[in-house]
């Protein structure tokens, strides 16, 4: 009866279950695999750094606030762009975010897992304020 209590007052194990990274032993357990740069998980961390990477090579980072291009993004697992291929959006958004993919510093995929899942994927790329 004890072991219950303890499982039904900690929940999820404090320390990361494999696959998750979490900061806190009250962060959840769970990954929905959104992949947000808000997501606070493995499924965050990469998406988060691509983006970073791409508004750091942007020579006018501020200029393209409100605007939206939709991409086409193929890595290779070290974090090698392959492929950028517009879909949609703003003209001059996606040129200027084409020509800072030349530029970028992608960061690795840590896990074989992330990569399958975005190594190869569509983005939604907003301008940032």
């Known amino acids: 009866m004890l072991l219950i209590i ?8 404090p320390l990361a279950p494999k696959g998750y ?4 032993a009250l962060d959840s357990c769970n990954s929905h695999r959104s992949g947000t740069v808000r997501d606070k998980d493995i499924y965050g ?4 750094g691509i983006k970073k990477a791409l508004d750091a090579a942007l020579t006018k980072p501020h200029a393209w ?3 939206r291009c939709n991409v086409h993004l193929d890595f ?5 762009l392959q492929n950028f291929i517009v879909k949609g ?6 040129h200027a975010l084409v020509e800072a993919s030349k530029r970028a510093v992608f960061p690795p995929f840590k896990d074989p897992k992330v990569f399958n899942d ?7 790329m907003q301008g940032q304020p």
């Open 6 to 13: 303890t499982a039904a007052v900690t929940g999820c194990a």
């Open 21 to 24: 990274q979490k900061y806190s």
């Open 45 to 48: 961390e990469q998406p988060s």
């Open 65 to 67: 606030q409100g605007k």
């Open 76 to 80: 290779e697992m070290g974090g090698t």
């Open 89 to 94: 959006g703003d003209k001059d958004y996606c």
């Open 118 to 124: 975005m190594g190869s994927s569509r983005w939604n």
